[in-house]
């Protein structure tokens, strides 16, 4: 377990936990308001995305972490490798920009995420949006569609980690074309 904490209001908050075995990230922005803490939601997993008896994980050679510039390398065991920096954490928003290097094995996503899902009102993640102006629809009605940003959260409120963040996917750039995403 790699874990990222950050001084605010005078004291330790931990916004990120990474789980080098499989790949997981999870993010979470500071307590806004009066709140003591907020929850992690869904995990993010970012390199090329395999799967092993229905579990989704990412394969990784080797992490490196750069506290000047808040990034990490992942090395993936298949080759290539990608660079996450942590751009911004407030109470708003914990930011990631993602660049990837190298050769991506193709067939297979890129990115996933995992959330915990039971019903509309017992969700990490329930509602998706992948245009602009678009209702959102519920999630496991989303199979796949080349896109260029993609929303994720919960328009009701949940049960289950009600402070748990909506996660925002933007400004994927692949040889000029649109960034192709499946509900795994």
Not at 97 to 104: M, Q
Not at 143 to 161: A, D, F, I, Q
């Amino acid at each position: 377990l790699v874990q990222v904490w950050i001084s605010s209001k005078g004291k330790g908050e931990q916004i990120m936990a990474f789980y080098p075995a499989d790949g997981y990230w999870r993010l979470r922005p500071l307590p806004y308001g009066k709140m003591r803490l907020t929850s992690y939601g869904s995990s993010v997993l970012i390199g090329p995305v395999e799967n092993d008896a229905g579990r989704p994980y990412v394969a990784i050679k080797e992490i490196r972490f750069d506290p000047p510039t808040r990034s990490f390398r992942l090395d993936f065991v298949d080759g290539g490798w990608a660079r996450l920096t942590l751009r911004k954490v407030d109470a708003h928003e914990c930011t990631l920009a993602v660049a990837f290097a190298g050769a991506l094995p193709t067939g297979r996503p890129f990115a996933a995420v995992r959330s915990m899902f039971v019903d509309e009102n017992y969700a990490d993640v329930a509602r998706i949006v992948w245009k602009k102006d678009q209702p959102a629809e519920p999630v496991l009605a989303f199979k796949s569609r080349r896109v260029s940003s993609l929303w994720m959260g919960r328009t009701t409120e949940s049960m289950h980690n009600n402070t748990a963040p909506d996660h925002l996917f933007s400004d994927f750039f692949f040889k000029r074309r649109r960034a192709s995403v499946a509900n795994l």
